[in-house]
């Protein structure tokens, strides 16, 4: 009942999940997503994507 993705190993569904062809679940580059100020990023972050 779990699919065929079920036999991959994490890194296998992971990486299918970020390819950059799949425009539904990852439409740009894969990246780390670290930063020197996390607490200004998400601000910044906030204000671009929600208000």
Excluded: I, K, N, Y
């Excluded at 970020?18 to 679940?25: H, I, Q």
């Excluded at 439409?27 to 100020?37: E, S, W």
């Amino acid at each position: 009942a779990a699919g065929p993705a079920a036999a991959d190993s994490p890194g296998q569904r992971f990486r299918w999940l970020t390819a950059p062809r799949s425009a539904v679940v990852q439409p740009g580059p894969v990246h780390t997503g670290l930063t020197t100020d996390p607490d200004a990023e998400l601000h910044h972050l906030f204000d671009r994507l929600v208000l």
